[in-house]
């Protein structure tokens, strides 16, 4: 009697089955509930972006898998599938990532994502695939290691004086172990003192760090050549070439430079992966910034030096004595 009972409660309700997920009917409803899955780009009123960080690739990529059955012809549907293979992407599952990108060719051809961007320049969708094919046969030869992450040391901090006010650099000790070692040696034996920027490019970046900058009798000309008699190993960490990043350059040997680094004024995209990022100014950025309008010449050479005129290795937090 009870065996009987169950089974018609099963044919009733279902019990056993898969239960349907809920549509959503309407399309602002189907926007909203995508944009509380995927990181947003917010403009403040002062015209920045705060960017919301990705910090569960995994926990979104289960939220927009159980998101699309819910928000099937509606709007906002090739748009979820596309940010679906994208985190499926960053996850390593390019094989997953390419099906979800050739089922928004095949589902929606006429869409934006679709249709090619310019005479040279393929839709997004089909860069998405072609940019997963070649991960996959990069990854037959290369092994992928995930890059040492990069967190500022607050125990310390490099002090650079100029003629205009100071500036203060923190490091990246655990990320860059052998770069920040050397950089730090170099301060606290005076090793820039008296070097002028060697490279200035108004409001992006400066350069600084070539011996040969010191004596005024020394042929323009050899500026940004000159260093000490060694290299760095190329220390790479997930740091990223951004307002205030500093970087060291890179020598003839490929290897990272002795004593020459770059300060980043603004993002400096193209610079990523091919310096090793460092550290970062944290106090006196406006410092820079105001001795990057200095009149340069055509190479970026300041036509009126921008010396350093003193330097010191403090401990504690930046302005701190």
Same mark, same amino acid.
């Given at each position: ?5 169950l089974?018609?409660t099963?044919?009733l309700?279902g ?10 009917q309407?399309?602002d ?7 509380a899955?995927v ?5 403040s009123?002062r015209?920045r972006?705060?960017v ?12 927009l ?14 748009i ?16 997953q990532a390419?099906?979800?990108f !050739?089922?928004?060719?095949? @589902?929606?051809? +006429?869409? =934006? ?5 310019? /005479?040279? *320049? ?31 040391d ?5 002090v650079?004086?100029?003629t ?10 655990q ?7 050397n950089?730090?040696?170099l ?14 490019s108004?409001?992006r ?5 070539c011996?040969?900058?010191?004596? !005024?009798?020394k042929s323009? @000309?050899?500026? +940004?050549? =000159?260093g000490?008699?060694?290299d760095? /190993?190329? *220390?790479l ?6 307002p ?14 002795g004593s020459?680094?770059t300060i980043?004024l603004?993002d ?22 105001r001795?990057?309008?200095r009149?340069?010449?055509s190479?970026?050479r ?20």
């Amino acid at each position: 009697m009870f065996v009987q009972i169950l089974a018609i409660t099963a044919l009733l309700f279902g019990l056993g089955q898969p239960v349907e997920p809920t549509r959503i009917q309407d399309d602002d409803a189907a926007w909203a509930a995508l944009y509380a899955i995927v990181p947003q780009h917010v403009h403040s009123l002062r015209a920045r972006v705060r960017v919301t960080p990705i910090t569960d690739l995994p926990g979104i990529a289960s939220k927009l898998e159980e998101l699309l059955p819910r928000i099937a012809g509606r709007s906002a549907e090739p748009i979820a599938r596309f940010y679906l293979g994208n985190v499926l992407f960053k996850l390593d599952r390019f094989d997953q990532a390419i099906s979800i990108f !050739e089922s928004i060719q095949r @589902d929606f051809p +006429g869409h =934006g994502l679709n249709l090619q961007l310019g /005479p040279t *320049e393929a839709a997004m969708v089909a860069a998405a695939i072609a940019d997963c094919r070649e991960e996959i046969e990069t990854r037959k030869t290369y092994t992928v290691m995930d890059l040492p992450k990069a967190e500022l040391d607050r125990s310390g901090r490099a002090v650079f004086h100029t003629t205009e006010g100071a500036f203060e650099i923190q490091l990246f000790n655990q990320a860059s172990p052998e770069t920040c070692a050397n950089f730090k040696k170099l301060v606290r034996e005076g090793y820039y003192v008296g070097l002028g920027f060697h490279e200035v490019s108004s409001f992006r970046s400066m350069a600084l760090g070539c011996p040969n900058t010191r004596d !005024e009798n020394k042929s323009i @000309d050899t500026w +940004g050549q =000159g260093g000490p008699a060694w290299d760095l /190993p190329f *220390e790479l960490n997930d740091a990223i070439h951004e307002p205030g990043a500093v970087s060291m350059r890179r020598s003839a040997s490929g290897r990272s430079h002795g004593s020459q680094f770059t300060i980043c004024l603004s993002d400096q995209g193209e610079l990523n992966n091919k310096q090793v990022v460092f550290g970062k100014v944290v106090r006196g950025i406006e410092v820079l910034r105001r001795l990057s309008q200095r009149r340069v010449d055509s190479k970026g050479r300041p036509e009126e030096a921008i010396r350093i005129t003193g330097s010191e290795w403090a401990e504690g937090p930046p302005g701190r004595r």
